[in-house]
């Protein structure tokens, strides 16, 4: 399905691809190792998928375009290399983390030399608006997982409170794609750049959302459940539904279990028989088919064209993608 999105970006894409490679060269044989290992195990690439398809939404794509793409690119590439540390996570993608291998504190310099690299990108553009829209994105990242692992630590959360977590955590980067799309066509409307932001933000939270569903599904790589949410004592929207719903006596089953330092697989089983129990993950799919309804009539205020037809099976595809 991905494959039929791109169709109408796919020569910007290849464009992409080699402006990402070549950001990612370096003289220290240590990262040129990385950089590598990183180059083979791409991901989707979402997020520059999107600013392509926006700016070609709204515009044009040029060199500001690229560069924005390889920004958000290696600012995404970075979270995720600095989250498995925090995480302790040994797979990213089906192939072992960058932390697992080289180890913690390699994986953070690692992180840094992309953030840098991102940043120093940025300001080659001399437009401080990319800057300035990256910047605030990564600072909403930042405060966004902190919240969230304060909010894990007192086990104490409410749908509020999830929603502003997620909007900072994967929103704001979503919303930070629209944005750059924007500036890359030189358009400097504040309200448009704010309803443009708007949008992303609102295909971050679908991301998000779907993501926290997918925690209770099998790993391709282990066969058991994932649970990573669950194992960090981080309480998703399903979960949080559950809690609503349960009985008082599996609400404490619930909390005594995310309370402990090291969760087992048959307690992380039976939160989950509970989230289908109490319909945790209905509920979470009818909020992503309220927000995708939202977003697809937000978009109504663009003429109809090819790359607003990708953008809709994007966000489409986004809500049924199974990994």
């Given at each position: 399905?991905?494959?039929?999105?791109?169709?109408?970006?796919?020569?910007?894409?290849?464009?992409?691809?080699?402006?990402?490679?070549?950001?990612?060269?370096?003289?220290?044989?240590?990262?040129?190792?990385?950089?590598?290992?990183?180059?083979?195990?791409?991901?989707?690439?979402?997020?520059?998928?999107?600013?392509?398809?926006?700016?070609?939404?709204?515009?044009?794509?040029?060199?500001?375009?690229?560069?924005?793409?390889?920004?958000?690119?290696?600012?995404?590439?970075a979270t995720l290399i600095h989250d498995d540390v925090v995480d302790d996570a040994?797979?990213?993608?089906?192939?072992?983390?960058?932390?697992?291998?080289?180890?913690?504190?390699?994986?953070?310099?690692?992180?840094?030399?992309?953030?840098s690299k991102g940043l120093s990108l940025g300001l080659k553009d001399n437009d401080?608006?990319?800057?300035?829209?990256?910047?605030?994105?990564?600072?909403?990242?930042?405060?966004?997982?902190?919240?969230?692992?304060?909010?894990?630590?007192?086990?104490?959360?409410?749908?509020?409170?999830?929603?502003?977590?997620?909007?900072?955590?994967?929103?704001?980067?979503?919303?930070?794609?629209?944005?750059?799309?924007?500036?890359?066509?030189?358009?400097?409307?504040?309200?448009?750049?704010?309803?443009?932001?708007?949008?992303?933000?609102?295909?971050?939270?679908?991301?998000?959302?779907?993501?926290?569903?997918?925690?209770?599904?099998?790993?391709?790589l282990t066969g058991k459940l994932m649970g990573n949410d669950l194992k960090e004592?981080?309480?998703?929207?399903?979960?949080?539904?559950?809690?609503?719903?349960?009985?008082?006596?599996?609400?404490?089953?619930?909390?005594?279990?995310?309370?402990?330092?090291?969760?087992?697989?048959?307690?992380?089983?039976?939160?989950?028989?509970?989230?289908?129990?109490?319909?945790?993950?209905?509920?979470?799919?009818?909020?992503?088919?309220?927000?995708?309804?939202?977003?697809?009539?937000?978009?109504?205020?663009?003429?109809?064209?090819?790359?607003?037809?990708?953008?809709?099976?994007?966000?489409?595809?986004?809500?049924?993608?199974?990994?």
């Amino acid at each position: 399905m991905l494959n039929q999105i791109i169709k109408p970006i796919t020569k910007e894409l290849k464009v992409f691809d080699s402006k990402y490679k070549d950001s990612l060269s370096s003289d220290v044989k240590l990262l040129i190792l990385i950089s590598d290992y990183i180059l083979k195990n791409p991901g989707k690439k979402i997020r520059p998928i999107l600013l392509l398809l926006v700016s070609k939404m709204i515009g044009d794509i040029n060199n500001k375009t690229y560069s924005s793409c390889i920004l958000i690119e290696l600012l995404h590439t970075a979270t995720l290399i600095h989250d498995d540390v925090v995480d302790d996570a040994h797979f990213r993608r089906g192939k072992f983390s960058v932390s697992s291998l080289w180890k913690n504190k390699i994986a953070v310099l690692v992180g840094d030399y992309l953030l840098s690299k991102g940043l120093s990108l940025g300001l080659k553009d001399n437009d401080i608006n990319i800057l300035k829209y990256t910047s605030k994105a990564v600072e909403n990242i930042s405060e966004g997982e902190i919240y969230q692992m304060q909010k894990s630590r007192d086990l104490d959360l409410n749908e509020d409170e999830y929603f502003e977590i997620i909007k900072r955590k994967t929103g704001s980067l979503f919303g930070c794609c629209f944005q750059l799309a924007a500036v890359s066509n030189n358009l400097t409307d504040k309200n448009e750049l704010q309803k443009l932001y708007d949008i992303g933000e609102k295909i971050g939270i679908i991301f998000q959302i779907k993501d926290d569903i997918l925690d209770y599904n099998k790993s391709n790589l282990t066969g058991k459940l994932m649970g990573n949410d669950l194992k960090e004592s981080k309480i998703n929207l399903p979960l949080l539904h559950t809690l609503k719903k349960a009985s008082i006596f599996e609400n404490q089953q619930i909390l005594k279990i995310l309370n402990k330092k090291k969760i087992l697989d048959n307690e992380i089983l039976f939160i989950c028989k509970l989230v289908y129990k109490n319909n945790g993950i209905e509920f979470s799919k009818n909020k992503i088919d309220i927000l995708v309804n939202e977003v697809i009539n937000d978009l109504q205020i663009f003429s109809d064209s090819k790359y607003k037809r990708s953008l809709i099976d994007l966000i489409n595809y986004i809500k049924i993608r199974t990994k």
